[in-house]
């Protein structure tokens, strides 16, 4: 379990990906939510929509899959998240698909 991506479910559909990158890696880089420098996100398409997100050392993985409530605030609606490990890491060059 030493890796650095972490897969979030749980933001709203209807968010562009553009803007739920910026949502996600604000809530993400803050350190009272357990987390730190980000390498990558990406936002993929759903049902349900899931992102993505390379932290720069799996340390700080660790601790966001440590946290027990992630709540995305967009507004005055409060999003519930699921973090879980993703298994593999990823390449630059890889293509997802959602």
Known sequence: MAGRTVR????PAELPPDRGADKLTI????????????????????????????????????????????VLAIGRTLYPL???????ELSPDEVLRG
């Open 27 to 70: 809530h993400f880089l803050r350190s009272r939510n357990g987390g730190g420098d980000i390498a990558d996100v990406r936002v993929l398409s759903g049902p349900p929509p899931c992102a993505l997100i390379v932290f720069e050392a799996p340390e700080v993985a660790q601790r966001i899959l440590k946290v027990k409530n992630h």
């Open 82 to 88: 699921e973090v879980t490990p993703h298994p593999t």
């Open 8 to 11: 979030v479910r749980g933001f």
